[in-house]
């Protein structure tokens, strides 16, 4: 899993006032828990963007005035206009701990029926997983290349080390749909050879 770091600063005041004169300066609030002790810190806002503004899953080293937390991302606040972002909350991570956690997923191979006309529809853009921080992986690949026409990859298909997806197992991932063209061309197809 890839690392970013970033760097915060304790907050002396708590509350509302404190956290708007914070904001009004392109500073995010935040807390960071699962420790021995909550840390209330804030972060420049510009060092948030290669976190929240992305497909890809990160553990955080979380730098706080020379103490560094690793650490995930749990849960982010946005303004419901602005969409600045108001809060965010980490979750310090141990090795004995499992964790649960957001994974992308990336589809790999040219799937039989995309040859034959069909489309991949991608059914799950990403995938909650249960395990240890060492085996909490950055991408699940999901192979569709057997996939044909009308085939259906599920989430008991997908190899797992060390987690497991928190996903009922007939979930889909990935299918091939089948164009209405190609149905329509079919089925004269059908009726021709029935004459």
């Known amino acids: 899993m890839e690392i ?9 005041n708590l509350g509302k006032a404190e956290s708007k004169k914070l904001r009004i300066n392109a500073q995010v609030p935040g807390v ?21 503004y992305t497909p890809n899953a990160y553990f955080v080293d979380l730098n ?13 606040q946005f303004h419901p206009v602005s969409e600045m972002i108001l809060h965010v909350d980490f979750l310090q991570i141990f090795d004995d701990k499992k964790i649960k956690m957001e994974i992308p997923v990336a589809f790999v191979g040219k799937a039989i029926g995309v040859a034959k006309g069909g489309v991949l529809s991608k059914k799950q853009r990403k995938l909650a997983v249960f395990g240890y921080p060492k085996h909490i992986p950055s991408i699940i690949d999901v192979d569709v290349s057997n996939l044909d026409l009308g085939n259906i990859s599920r989430v008991h298909q997908i190899q797992t080390e060390g987690f497991t997806i928190l996903a009922l197992p007939s979930t889909p991932v990935a299918s091939i749909e089948i164009p209405r063209a190609l149905r329509s061309a079919a089925s004269k197809e059908e009726k021709k050879g029935k004459k």
Do not use: N, S, T, W
């Open 4 to 12: 970013i770091e970033i760097l915060g600063y304790k907050r002396a």
């Open 32 to 52: 960071l828990y699962g420790g021995q002790e909550q840390i209330h810190f804030y972060v420049p806002m510009v060092l948030l963007r290669d976190l929240i």
């Open 64 to 76: 706080i005035e020379g103490v560094v937390y690793r650490c995930i991302l749990k849960e982010i």
